[in-house]
């Protein structure tokens, strides 16, 4: 479904990416883990076209993303939830989630979309009309998905949507991930919560210095030495 | 070996402007020279704090009027016009350390929009208090010598790029530019930013102050207020812009380039000439970043590049 | 991106080109001027002993050259595009008539007036002054209109040492810095504030008299002298001055000013706006519902644009211009046919005075009989001249000894009301106001 | 004792970013702060380089309270610092970039042309000395870094702060690195190196001080954090599967 | 003396409602694309000229010609911001801020210049029919022109609060404001984003340029002083509050006049500029702002 072919990116003159390949198949979750700066965000962010790969190929569903424009990428179906959310805090709840479906494809159903995600996030439709600035830590993590639910996403990235969270709402959301997963949406997965990232996901990456440097099922990693060296030597 | 080179070209072009008035004597001329000598100590003035330091000032023209204005009227109660130009250069001094500590709590484009409006206040109260043109006094019109002006202008020139050149190689220029280019790592060096920052505006104000004395010695007549005008900050800005920030000689190629161009456009445009040249100010801004000192360094660079490319080759 | 910074660079190129191969296309422009200068003069040295022998004279100037830097935009736009044609109606009857008689070539030379437009800014006005001594033989400068011009100006005629003939500005401060050129026969402030009391009190009995005074004055330089004198003047007369204002130049908003002077009951409104200015503060009075029942209204209203831009509201002011084309003095008609032939209406308010500053020069040229100008400066000190606006003379400081008409704004035409002998309508007084026009 | 802070406390908000933490070094240590991300390292070091104010605490340095000291005097105390993202002089030079730690820092300079040499021999010992008139905006992160070292050297500190040096550093480069730190250290620097993951620092520090959620979780030799159950829960996390 | 100072102020209000819709214009673009404008007063002045010539000519009311106005100005805001302003907004902020504002002085030159060459250095003002007219409530004066200026500035004002609140693309320009990164997640062109709010900030400062005309007077050299005005209110009220700038507008406005009330004409200007400078230095964030004003 999504095929990274050996992407070079760079962060102004900085190289960030050394020739990543990474593959997520339909309906999988896959983590992306590594330490700080391995290049995971850098990942996420080139293959929503907030940054361009200098080199490789990405395709999804047979389209080559690096030929479509970025704000034509989400209208095929990738959707990406930034670190810390990222929601805006100026407006209100529900048009955050309007805003999610913005795209032509997605601003069609908006209104069932949303049925859909007050399903999953009942909390939402609480808050509905309070400014986003206004909700806590856990409810913006849970807008943020959830506005990236609103554009009906067949992959969705999700970059540490742990952080900064207490542990108990960390449980209440990998809980929503997976069940986001359960209902066919593919996900990609950036944590630093490593045992939480392997043990939720069907595969994973190790991402160190730009380059992979492992690659397996959640539960080999796991328990694969390589991945607690990674971080404690 | 490459600075005594430049010193000595300094010199050898310094001889030359000093010899000028022996040679032009047709005053037309004579005060396009004074005006390009105005604006290199505007331009080179204004360098120190915009250039060097980063802080885009659009307020100097204040320092210009204030020296301009005090210079004017102890000429005029009889100093000698040195005296009072020095006054008109310290009285620069006090209003900036009356603002910098203001003015340097504003960051980027705030402090560049409170300049502007610092700038305006001046330009409007010297236009209250002092509503009556300034002519010179009938005797003085009599004995009035444009050589002597040209000289104050090249003297004042000179002591402004001098200043500039000193300051820029000097410890402070140093720490000057570690502010520009990133404050808090200036200041993790122990570079105290504030401080750096006062200076600059101090002595660009200073200076700034000292070319007002000048016009103030030159001009015949005017209004107070004129030397307060925006449009003395704004070509100052542009003639730094055009030659290069940051450098000791754009802003001297930028005033040349500035009065000449002007000159020459309005001579054979007559009067489109400042849309030619708001196009290619427009051109320069966005496709030539760093000036002609840029685009001039940019050439160099090819060149190293390929000579060392070349000598790669020949040594394989 | 490197693209982009070629074709920038190609027209930097470009330009520089253009640059350098006009640099000496400007010096060859120049350099006719500086050969010819002493070509000219240089006969006419050499040959100056030559007069001793009877009977041959020096080879004339082509041109008698007369030099103005004049507004004909920007704020006094309105006032130099009223002076100019006087200058030159005055230029083209004198050289229909083969030009000015001069004793020293034992010819007549034609006039030729080389003007600049200042667009209204004094630095400019300066920096063209030089430029037309540079490169003109001036004989006389004429002036622009707006006391701030002139005020720039006449510094640079008087180092010049060129005469200079300036209207249209009252400001007599300017005439006491002991400046030897200047020559204006223009009304200046100070007969301005005394003739309009004077005129009021004639022409109103008392008991009806307009004496609660509101004064609008400008934070400039005749703004001040003007108040001043106003402020001065009033009590004399029997006036009172209820609310005195000033405004900066340009800051087009009175309506403090006229919220003043509404609520002070004032009945007289002194004031000399520029025409923007002008303009704005009578339709602001107009909204506010103030009619002041004498308006002296100096400057703005001068022009025809005053009618046209403000219909009724801009009625029944009055003006003290210098001159009207209605002045009963010889030669007022063939300048009115003139300028009807070219502009449809007879001749403007400012046109008059500066038709007669070509009068005065030109006969104190034949009057000297030399283009010499520290002698045609004496004779024009020393001399009496008639003209389209009366007999002139001049004083020591340089004002002219002139009539000073007052003008109304009558059924969109300006109507000479005083003096009587001249008048071609009767003052109206008061005004109505403005709701019922 | 070199540094000594008591008590340490920042809040942000309502968050409290560090929260009582205690630790000192001793002079010619190396010492390892780590933590996951959003564990309140970074805002200790800016603590302790005055680009914070505490809260409430005390940083004794070289037997002088410097809590809330400008930060722009710290350097003259002896403290310098490197940036977790670097943050060269882009448009100057490298020996210029140098040149001012070397005229501002501790013992500064006044005469430009020893500034010079000395910064020169600088960036020879970090391996930039053929890079000495390149602009800064020209170099590789890594070059960055070594010149941020350098400039950082220049000011002459007794203690040393690197924030992240590693990150993003691939194994040649990172060993190069450390062998440039024990370089610095055996030439009488106390260094604090904060860092994200363990592996980077291990075999580098004499001690490792852990924080997690801005509180001290655990202190000690590389061997002993590695195998604490502590740090392996703040680093892996829990199971939430 | 009430009733004065009463009348005075609501003159206040009524030009503040004027610099307010010219800030409100170049608040909206500096907002969203960080560019700052400073010949947003030379646009001003294009539209002012625009209404006086349709006027003049056709004698078409001022008032009616609004909307020729308008798409007159869009298409000027669009051939700038290709030709020029597309070009910068790749640079980082405080980089763009500068350039913005350099091109925009160049841009000022060559309006100005043109402007003069065009129609001359003479003030112009329009006068209809019904200017002087004033409707008289409570013994105040209600002046005509300037009232229907007023209602179109608030109309102006709240149709594009309609539009930022209630429509996607509204909405979409929103959410660039507060993050351009996010935004672009969304699915939102933010290239189309910055160039609509380009031209409906050149639009509002054509509008604003109609009522300068109407109520005051144009010339060439009018568009320094609006581009500061509009830059004072846009800090007074605010960045990133449409209300918040317009009414720091009205602020403005009503500090001049009662200046001009109290202590004299001459000190309006710099009464208006010292309230700037204060808040500047106290509260950069503006009156009604919320986020931090150091960007």
């Given at each position: ?16 990416l050394?020739?990543?390949s990474l593959?997520v198949r ?15 965000t ?13 080199k490789?190929?990405?395709t ?8 479509v ?10 959707s990406m ?6 929601v ?5 709840v ?12 997605a601003?069609?159903?908006r ?15 609480e808050r ?6 206004t909700l ?11 506005r ?20 108990i709402?960390?449980d209440?959301?990998f ?25 939720l ?11 992979i ?9 796991l328990?694969y ?9 | ?7 000595v070209?300094a ?16 005053d ?9 000598l ?8 204004w360098?120190?704090?915009?250039g060097y ?6 307020g100097h023209?204040a320092?210009f009027g204030l020296?301009a204005?005090?210079t ?7 100093w000698?016009?040195?005296l ?8 620069a001094?006090?209003f900036?350390?009356?603002?910098g ?5 504003l ?7 409170g300049?502007?409006?610092?700038g ?16 010179m006094?009938?005797?003085?019109l009599?004995s009035?010598?444009l ?7 090249l ?23 570690a502010?520009?280019e990133?404050?808090?790592?200036a200041?993790?060096?122990?570079v ?19 070319a ?6 030159f001009?015949?007549g005017?209004y107070?207020?004129?030397p307060f ?18 450098t000791?000689?754009?802003?001297i190629i930028g005033?040349?380039f500035f009065v000449?161009?002007k000159?020459?456009?309005s ?6 000439h ?7 100010f ?15 360094k940019?050439?160099k ?8 490319s ?5 040594h394989? | 991106?490197?693209?982009?910074f ?7 190129l470009?330009?520089?080109l253009?640059?350098?191969s006009c ?10 001027v500086?050969?010819?200068a002493p ?18 004279y ?11 830097s004049?507004s004909l935009t920007?704020?006094?736009g ?12 005055a ?15 034992n010819?007549k ?9 200042d667009?209204?800014?004094?630095t400019?006005?300066v ?10 033989e ?8 707006g ?8 510094p640079?005629a008087?180092?010049?040492k ?14 006491q ?6 020559f ?6 100070p007969?301005?504030?005394e ?5 009021l ?11 609660k005074v ?10 001040k002298?003007w108040?001043?004198?106003?402020k001065?003047r009033?009590?004399?007369?029997g ?18 000013a ?9 009945e007289?409104l002194?004031?000399?706006p ?14 506010l ?7 002296l209204?100096i400057?703005?209203?001068?022009g ?13 002011v009055?003006i ?14 063939k300048l ?24 005065i ?8 009989g030399t ?5 045609i400066?004496d ?11 009366g ?26 009301v ?6 071609t309508?009767?003052?109206i ?9 | ?26 002079s ?6 780590i933590?996951?991300n ?9 603590l302790l ?13 070289d037997?002088k ?8 005097s ?13 943050k060269?002089?882009?448009n ?6 140098v040149?001012?730690?070397r ?17 020169f ?12 008139y390149v602009?800064?905006k020209d ?5 960055r ?11 002459k500190?007794?203690?040393l ?14 060993d190069?690195?450390m ?5 610095i250290?055996a030439?009488g ?7 994200h993951i ?18 001290k979780v655990?202190?000690g030799?590389a ?5 604490d159950?502590?740090?392996?829960d ?5 199971s939430h599967a | 003396?009430l ?22 214009g ?10 700052l404008?400073v010949?947003?007063?030379?646009l ?11 006027f003049k ?12 106005t ?8 669009f ?17 763009k801020?500068?350039?913005?504002l ?5 841009l ?6 043109v402007a003069?060459?065009?129609w ?5 003002s329009i006068?209809?029919a019904?200017?002087g007219l ?9 002046p005509?022109?300037?009232?229907i ?8 004002l709240?149709?594009l ?13 929103r ?11 969304m ?5 189309r984003?910055?160039?609509l709010?380009f ?19 144009i010339d060439?050299s009018?568009?320094l ?24 507008g009205?602020?403005?406005?009503v ?10 004409g001459?000190?309006?200007l ?8 204060i808040?500047l230095?106290?509260r ?12």
């Amino acid at each position: 479904m999504l095929k990274l072919t050996e992407i070079d990116t760079f962060y102004g003159d900085l190289q960030a990416l050394w020739g990543i390949s990474l593959e997520v198949r339909e309906g999988e979750m896959v983590s992306l883990i590594g330490p700080n700066g391995a290049g995971k965000t850098t990942t996420l962010q080139s293959i929503t076209g907030l940054l361009r790969p200098a080199k490789g190929s990405i395709t999804f569903d047979g389209h080559d993303l690096l030929k479509v424009p970025p704000d034509k990428i989400v209208d095929l179906g990738v959707s990406m939830v930034m670190e810390g959310g990222r929601v805006f805090a100026g407006m209100t709840v529900l048009e955050n989630l309007e805003l999610g479906a913005y795209g032509s494809r997605a601003r069609k159903e908006r209104f069932e979309t949303m049925e859909h995600v007050f399903k999953t996030f009942p909390r939402l439709k609480e808050r509905l009309n309070q400014r986003a600035g206004t909700l806590s830590g856990g409810e913006r993590q849970m807008l943020a998905i959830g506005r990236a639910m609103m554009s009906k996403p067949k992959l969705l990235m999700l970059d540490e949507p742990s952080f900064g969270l207490a542990p108990i709402l960390v449980d209440a959301i990998f809980e929503m991930v997976k069940g986001i997963n359960k209902q066919g949406v593919t996900i990609l997965l950036v944590e630093q919560n490593v045992r939480a990232a392997l043990e939720l996901a069907d595969r994973a990456y190790v991402i160190e210095n730009g380059r992979i440097v492992g690659e397996g099922s959640g539960e080999a990693l796991l328990s694969y030495e390589s991945v607690r060296s990674a971080y404690l030597g | 070996m490459k600075k005594n080179l430049s010193f000595v070209i300094a010199l050898v072009v310094t001889a030359a402007l000093a010899a000028v008035p022996l040679f032009v004597k047709k005053d037309s001329l004579l005060t396009y020279l004074c005006m390009i000598l105005l604006y290199v100590s505007l331009a080179s003035s204004w360098n120190i704090l915009g250039g060097y330091t980063g802080q885009v000032n659009l307020g100097h023209s204040a320092f210009f009027g204030l020296g301009a204005i005090a210079t004017r009227l102890l000429w005029f109660a009889g100093w000698n016009i040195l005296l009072a130009m020095l006054v008109g250069g310290l009285l620069a001094i006090a209003f900036a350390l009356l603002i910098g500590s203001p003015a340097f709590k504003l960051r980027g484009a705030y402090f560049t929009i409170g300049t502007l409006a610092l700038g305006q206040i001046l330009y409007a109260t010297v236009g209250n208090l002092f509503p009556q043109i300034s002519s010179m006094p009938v005797q003085d019109l009599i004995s009035y010598t444009l050589v002597t002006r040209y000289y104050l202008f090249l003297a004042v020139a000179l002591i402004t790029v001098l200043a500039a050149t000193l300051v820029a190689n000097s410890r402070w220029g140093l720490g000057m530019m570690a502010v520009r280019e990133q404050e808090d790592a200036a200041e993790s060096l122990g570079v105290n930013a504030f401080q750096h920052k006062l200076l600059a505006l101090v002595l660009s104000a200073f200076l700034a102050g000292l070319a007002g004395g000048a016009f103030a010695f030159f001009q015949i007549g005017y209004y107070p207020q004129y030397p307060f005008s925006p449009i003395w900050t704004l070509d100052s800005t542009m003639m730094a812009y055009i030659g290069g920030t940051g450098t000791i000689l754009g802003p001297i190629i930028g005033a040349i380039f500035f009065v000449v161009l002007k000159e020459v456009l309005s001579l054979n445009l007559a009067e489109f000439h400042p849309t030619v040249f708001g196009i290619l100010f427009i051109l320069v801004v966005l496709f030539l970043p760093g000036g002609f000192m840029g685009l001039w360094k940019r050439i160099k660079d090819k060149q190293q590049k390929k000579r060392e490319s070349m000598a790669e080759l020949s040594h394989p | 991106m490197k693209s982009k910074f070629g074709v920038a660079l190609v027209i930097l190129l470009l330009v520089s080109l253009m640059a350098t191969s006009c640099a000496p296309k400007a010096v060859e422009t120049e350099a006719p001027v500086v050969t010819e200068a002493p070509a000219t003069e240089a006969p006419a040295e050499t040959e100056a002993p030559a007069v001793t022998e009877e009977a041959t004279y020096p080879p004339a100037p082509e041109f008698i050259e007369l030099g103005s830097s004049i507004s004909l935009t920007g704020n006094f736009g309105s006032l130099g595009n009223l002076i100019l044609p006087g200058y030159q109606i005055a230029v083209e009857h004198i050289n229909a008539e083969g030009g000015v008689f001069v004793k020293e070539y034992n010819t007549k030379i034609p006039l030729r007036l080389t003007y600049y437009d200042d667009e209204s800014d004094p630095t400019k006005a300066v920096s063209k002054m030089e430029t037309l001594f540079s490169e003109h033989e001036l004989t006389a400068y004429l002036g622009g209109g707006g006391s701030s011009m002139h005020a720039a100006s006449i510094p640079i005629a008087e180092k010049n040492k060129v005469p200079y003939l300036g209207i249209s500005f009252a400001l007599y401060k300017i005439h006491q810095q002991g400046y030897k050129y200047l020559f204006s026969p223009f009304p200046k402030s100070p007969n301005q504030t005394e003739d309009v009391f004077k005129i009021l009190n004639e022409a109103i009995p008392e008991g009806e008299r307009p004496t609660k005074v509101a004064v609008f004055a400008y934070n400039d330089d005749w703004g001040k002298e003007w108040g001043g004198l106003v402020k001065e003047r009033a009590p004399e007369y029997g006036y009172e001055i209820v609310v005195y204002e000033e405004n900066p130049v340009g800051v087009n908003d009175w309506t403090a000013a006229i919220q003043k002077a509404k609520a002070a009951g004032a009945e007289m409104l002194l004031t000399l706006p520029i025409f923007p200015d002008g303009s704005g503060m009578f339709k602001t009075m107009a909204e506010l519902g103030w009619t002041p029942k004498f308006s002296l209204v100096i400057r703005a209203p001068e022009g025809v644009n005053w009618g046209e831009s403000l219909g009724k509201i801009g009625e029944y002011v009055t003006i003290f211009p210098g001159w009207h084309h209605g002045a009963k003095f010889e030669g007022v008609d063939k300048l009115n046919a003139r300028y009807e032939e070219l502009y449809g209406r007879p001749a403007d308010l400012l046109t008059g005075p500066a038709y007669a500053c070509v009068q005065i020069l030109a006969q104190a040229i034949e009057k000297a009989g030399t283009l010499d100008r520290d002698v045609i400066r004496d004779t024009i000190a020393s001399g009496e001249f008639s003209t389209v606006i009366g007999k002139v003379t001049f004083n020591a400081d340089g004002t002219g000894n002139v009539l000073d008409p007052l003008i109304q704004w009558q059924n969109g035409k300006m109507e000479l009301v005083w003096p009587a002998e001249h008048a071609t309508a009767p003052l109206i007084y008061p005004a109505p106001a403005f709701e019922d026009r | 004792m070199l540094l000594q802070v008591e008590k340490l406390n920042k809040a942000f908000g309502g968050l409290k970013a560090v929260n009582n933490v205690d630790f000192s070094i001793q002079s010619g240590e190396i010492v390892g702060l780590i933590g996951p991300n959003g564990s309140g390292k970074t805002t200790t070091l800016n603590l302790l380089t005055g680009f914070l104010k505490p809260d409430s605490g005390s940083i004794m340095f070289d037997g002088k309270e410097i809590a809330g000291s400008p930060r722009c005097s710290m350097c003259g105390n002896g403290i310098a610092r490197t940036f977790q993202l670097v943050k060269p002089f882009l448009n100057l030079t490298a020996v210029q970039n140098v040149m001012i730690g070397r005229t501002f820092g501790k013992e500064a300079t006044m005469n430009l042309k020893l500034a010079e040499e000395d910064s020169f021999s600088i960036l020879e010992k970090v391996g930039l000395r053929s890079r000495a008139y390149v602009l800064a905006k020209d170099m590789t992160l890594m070059q960055r870094k070594r010149l941020e070292l350098a400039r950082a050297l220049a000011a002459k500190p007794k203690l040393l702060l690197l924030d992240e040096l590693m990150a993003g550093l691939n194994h040649a480069e990172a060993d190069e690195a450390m062998e440039t730190i024990r370089e610095i250290r055996a030439s009488g620097i106390t260094i604090l190196i904060v860092e994200h993951i363990v592996k980077a620092i291990m075999g580098l520090s004499d001690r490792i001080i852990v924080l997690n959620m801005g509180e001290k979780v655990a202190e000690g030799t590389a061997q002993e954090i590695m195998y604490d159950p502590r740090v392996i829960d703040v680093y892996l996390g829990k199971s939430h599967a | 003396m009430l009733q004065p100072l009463a009348q005075n102020i609501i003159y206040g209000i009524l030009i503040g409602a004027l610099y307010g819709l010219a800030a409100v214009g170049l608040s909206l673009v500096f907002g969203v694309s960080k560019f700052l404008n400073v010949s947003h007063g030379e646009l001003l002045m294009l539209g002012g000229y625009a209404s006086f010539w349709v006027f003049k000519l056709l004698k078409i009311d001022p008032f009616l010609s609004i909307p020729l106005t308008i798409i007159f100005l869009l298409l000027i805001g669009f051939i700038f911001y290709r030709l020029i302003f597309s070009r910068l907004i790749k640079l980082e902020v405080e980089k763009k801020i500068q350039n913005s504002l350099l091109v925009g002085f160049g841009l000022s030159t060559i309006l100005q210049n043109v402007a003069l060459r065009l129609w001359t250095a003479d003030d112009r003002s329009i006068t209809t029919a019904y200017s002087g007219l004033s409707f008289e409530l409570a013994g105040l004066r209600l002046p005509a022109v300037r009232l229907i200026s007023l209602a179109i500035s608030v109309v102006a004002l709240i149709s594009l609060q309609i539009f930022l609140k209630k429509t996607f693309t509204g909405k979409a320009i929103r959410a660039t404001v507060e993050d351009w990164q996010s935004a672009s997640l969304m699915g939102i062109n933010i290239h189309r984003v910055y160039l609509l709010a380009f031209v409906i900030g050149c639009a509002l400062a054509g509008v604003a340029g109609t009522l300068v005309s109407i109520c005051y007077s144009i010339d060439p050299s009018m568009g320094l002083n609006w581009t500061l005005k509009s830059m004072v209110v846009m800090v007074l009220g605010g960045l990133g509050s449409m209300i918040g700038t317009f009414v720091g507008g009205i602020i403005l406005g009503v500090t001049e006049s009662a200046t001009a009330f109290f202590i004299g004409g001459n000190y309006r200007l710099i009464a208006g500029l010292l309230l700037f400078l204060i808040i500047l230095i106290f509260r950069p964030q503006g009156l009604f702002g919320t986020k931090e004003g150091d960007r």
